[in-house]
T-cell receptor, first 113, second 118 residues
Framework: AQSVTQPDIHITVSEGASLELRCNYS??????LFWYVQSPGQGLQLLLK??????LVQGIKGFEAEFKRSQSSFNLRKPSVHWSDAAEYFCAVGANRDDKIIFGKGTRLHILP | DGGITQSPKYLFRKEGQNVTLSCEQN?????MYWYRQDPGQGLRLIYYSQIVNDFQKGDIAEGYSVSREKKESFPLTVTSAQKNPTAFYLCASSGVGRGISATNEKLFFGSGTQLSVL
């Protein structure tokens, strides 16, 4: 069965600084990988996804993520964060033999002015 | 506009009572999901369904039940056997014609239902 680990529960960065949120997955085959963002009391919005092909994936709002099979990682990056990026971020992994999608526990991002 | 509608937004349950959360989608999606969200726990999969009249247990199915009689609808019942039902419940859907693994799709989420115990 697939699983996802987001090692950082909270991350605090200053506005304008770069950001990297970590995600490690466990799955026997090539996974489907996603990053979602959630504002308080709301549903989730997809930032980006990886299914196959180019391992560097560009998403919305200036985010990107890189799939590294050797490290079983799919870290999310942004070169310069904005105050509006403060939210909770979830990494998710999907299996290709069924449609089961498993989420990590999330990383809450705080932005310092 | 196409989307997923969850209702109600807030729901209260009395001890020993079953309650049902509604999830409707008009995206013609085949796969539908229910997740439970608790602070610090992320989203945990309760049940999912790839096609009508079929569904599978997720990681925390105990105390919950679902049905998938129509493609558009995937209601979740929180039974009295669920001893700690207070949580934010999210419904999602994906995949036209086939599931997410075949369509290179994403999950579309509803806006959630907050369930609390009186």
């Amino acid at each position: 069965a697939q699983s996802v680990t987001q090692p950082d529960i909270h991350i605090t960065v200053s506005e304008g600084a770069s950001l990297e949120l970590r995600c490690n997955y466990s799955y026997g085959a090539t996974p489907y990988l996603f990053w979602y963002v959630q504002s308080p009391g709301q549903g989730l919005q997809l930032l980006l996804k990886y299914f196959s092909g180019d391992t560097l994936v560009q998403g919305i709002k200036g985010f990107e993520a890189e799939f590294k099979r050797s490290q079983s990682s799919f870290n999310l990056r942004k070169p310069s964060v904005h105050w509006s990026d403060a939210a909770e971020y979830f990494c998710a992994v999907g299996a290709n033999r069924d449609d089961k999608i498993i989420f990590g526990k999330g990383t809450r991002l705080h932005i310092l002015p | 506009d196409g989307g997923i509608t969850q209702s109600p937004k807030y729901l209260f349950r009395k001890e020993g009572q079953n309650v049902t959360l509604s999830c409707e989608q008009n995206l013609n999606h085949d796969a539908m999901y229910w997740y439970r969200q608790d602070p610090g726990q992320g989203l945990r999969l309760i049940y999912y369904s790839q096609i009508v009249n079929d569904f599978q247990k997720g990681d925390i199915a105990e105390g919950y039940s679902v049905s998938r009689e129509k493609k558009e609808s995937f209601p979740l019942t929180v039974t009295s056997a669920q001893k700690n039902p207070t949580a934010f419940y999210l419904c999602a859907s994906s995949g036209v014609g086939r599931g997410i693994s075949a369509t290179n799709e994403k999950l579309f989420f509803g806006s959630g239902t907050q369930l609390s115990v009186l």
